[in-house]
């Protein structure tokens, strides 16, 4: 008899993990691909409405491999993130609701299986455009904070699509150009530095960047 008292499920949540680790693996495989820009172009697109890896592992990549080709890289990203956060804003916008305040199939199935999307964090963001509007974006256009639910809920909510797309070309060009060019001006050895601390670099660089507004704003 096959013993099966030992055997355990994996946890949900080891699961989420187990994933998320093979599809960070298959991102990075596209390096060594000669479809490489393709690739970059293609997810930069589809995390910013959908996909849970976030492009700058691939940017990074790519960077180390063709360190002249750095900032076209950083082109490539911004330019599909920008196109991938209208796509997220017409999801929102187009089909969230089957009847205003009931969400659709679409909406319950991202709530289900896209990591960073909950019921709490869909209201919680809706209240903080209601209250920064533009500085939302921006945020979590450049920080790590998961591009997809802000374009969605801006869609879901109505929140202006000019105002949307402004803040999403900012922030993605100023967070993928600022990786692409450490990289071009360092290489490899600023690589496990990023990878390390990106996360507080970002967050730091926005505290700044958004106090500096806050400055002028007051001063003038």
Same mark, same amino acid.
């Given at each position: 008899?096959?013993?099966?008292?030992?055997?355990?499920?994996?946890?949900?949540?080891?699961?989420?993990?187990?994933?998320?680790?093979?599809?960070?693996?298959?991102?990075?495989?596209?390096?060594?691909?000669?479809?490489?820009?393709?690739?970059?172009?293609?997810?930069?697109?589809?995390?910013?409405?959908?996909?849970?890896?976030?492009?700058?592992?691939?940017?990074?990549?790519?960077?180390?491999?063709?360190?002249?080709?750095?900032? %076209?890289?950083?082109?490539?990203?911004?330019?599909?993130?920008?196109?991938?956060?209208?796509?997220?804003?017409?999801?929102?916008?187009? $089909?969230?609701?089957?009847?205003?305040?009931?969400?659709?199939?679409?909406?319950?199935?991202?709530?289900?299986?896209?990591?960073?999307?909950?019921?709490?964090?869909?209201?919680?963001?809706?209240?903080?455009?209601?209250?920064?509007?533009?500085?939302?974006?921006?945020?979590?256009?450049?920080?790590?904070?998961?591009?997809?639910?802000?374009?969605?809920?801006?869609?879901?909510?109505?929140?202006?699509?000019?105002?949307?797309?402004?803040?999403?070309?900012?922030?993605?060009?100023? %967070?993928?150009?600022?990786?692409?060019?450490?990289?071009?001006?360092?290489?490899?050895?600023?690589?496990?530095?990023?990878?390390?601390?990106?996360?507080? $670099?970002?967050?730091?660089?926005?505290?700044?960047?958004?106090?500096?507004?806050?400055?002028?704003?007051?001063?003038?």
């Amino acid at each position: 008899m096959v013993n099966l008292i030992n055997k355990t499920e994996p946890s949900p949540a080891t699961r989420k993990t187990g994933l998320i680790r093979r599809l960070y693996d298959w991102v990075l495989h596209w390096a060594d691909s000669p479809y490489g820009a393709i690739a970059l172009f293609a997810l930069s697109f589809a995390e910013a409405s959908f996909f849970p890896i976030p492009p700058d592992v691939l940017l990074i990549a790519l960077v180390l491999g063709k360190q002249n080709k750095a900032f %076209r890289f950083a082109l490539i990203c911004t330019v599909a993130s920008v196109l991938g956060a209208s796509f997220g804003y017409g999801i929102g916008f187009r $089909l969230w609701w089957s009847e205003p305040g009931v969400f659709s199939g679409i909406a319950d199935w991202f709530f289900r299986h896209i990591p960073g999307f909950s019921h709490e964090i869909f209201y919680s963001v809706k209240r903080l455009y209601e209250k920064w509007n533009f500085w939302v974006v921006f945020t979590a256009g450049f920080t790590p904070i998961p591009f997809k639910v802000f374009t969605i809920t801006a869609g879901s909510f109505n929140v202006s699509f000019p105002m949307m797309i402004l803040a999403s070309i900012i922030s993605r060009a100023a %967070r993928f150009y600022l990786v692409a060019g450490m990289i071009w001006k360092w290489g490899e050895p600023i690589k496990g530095f990023i990878d390390k601390y990106f996360n507080w $670099l970002a967050l730091a660089f926005t505290v700044l960047l958004v106090g500096g507004f806050a400055v002028i704003k007051y001063v003038l």
